[in-house]
Antibody, heavy 122, light 108 residues
Framework: QITLKESGPTLVKPTQTLTLTCTFS??????????VGWIRQPPGKALEWLAL???????RYSPSLKSRLTITKDTSKNQVVLTMTNMDPVDTATYYC??????????????WGQGTMVTVSS | SYVLTQPPSVSVAPGQTARITCGGN??????VHWYQQKPGQAPVLVVY???DRPSGIPERFSGSNSGNTATLTISRVEAGDEADYYC???????????FGTGTKVTVL
């Protein structure tokens, strides 16, 4: 059974850097085709894809946020970390991590974490 | 960047059929995935690759994709289907994943 769980601060100040951790179980990020992505959702708004890292350490970023994002993985700890710099109140959102398997279901996030709410305020 | 447009809301009576559209330039050439999100919960994949269902998703959920429009169809709608629905594709030109604007389905 695949599970993912997001963790990190619930409140950050403007201009600070946000660091979120996705801890997962039930799969390995060293398995060919597997990836973990980050998606966020501001209150009452739509989902927005942020970043994704694949089993081979290949990384993809949202073009509009690329300059602010870094995604890394620690295969031994079953964790994926997302950092977002220069946080602004408009970045207030629920942040989700999600599993993707490009072998079985290409291009779709089939299992999601519960999400973690991050508020940006001074 | 690639844009996916959905109607903000769809209303349907119980037992009837709900159709949710997702418009995008030549979306028929892409694989479309659909997610259901109930209030306070994480999204759940209900249709992938235009028309396939993950295990555990009722047959009432089906999808199609052609030209500039993809459609999620919910047959024999139940009260429990009330949720927000999002379409999603991978856009090769920008090498990025794109979500639609979302549609709120209300069961009357």
């Amino acid at each position: 059974q695949i599970t993912l769980k997001e963790s990190g601060p619930t409140l950050v100040k403007p201009t600070q850097t946000l660091t979120l951790t996705c801890t997962f179980s039930g799969f390995s990020l060293s398995t060919s085709g597997v990836g973990v992505g980050w998606i966020r959702q501001p209150p009452g708004k739509a989902l927005e894809w942020l970043a994704l890292i694949y089993w081979n350490d290949d990384k993809r970023y949202s073009p509009s946020l690329k300059s602010r994002l870094t995604i890394t993985k620690d295969t031994s700890k079953n964790q994926v970390v997302l950092t977002m710099t220069n946080m602004d109140p408009v970045d207030t959102a629920t942040y989700y991590c999600a599993h993707i398997d490009t072998v079985t279901i290409i291009g779709a996030f089939d299992i999601w974490g519960q999400g973690t709410m991050v508020t940006v305020s001074s | 960047s690639y844009v996916l447009t959905q109607p903000p809301s769809v209303s349907v009576a119980p037992g009837q059929t709900a159709r949710i559209t997702c418009g995008g330039n030549n979306i028929g050439s892409k694989s479309v995935h659909w997610y259901q999100q109930k209030p306070g919960q994480a999204p759940v994949l209900v249709v992938y690759d235009d028309s396939d269902r993950p295990s555990g998703i009722p047959e009432r959920f089906s999808g199609s994709n052609s030209g500039n429009t993809a459609t999620l169809t919910i047959s024999r709608v139940e009260a429990g289907d009330e949720a927000d629905y999002y379409c999603q594709v991978w856009d090769s030109s920008s090498d990025s994943y794109v979500f639609g604007t979302g549609t709120k389905v209300t069961v009357l």
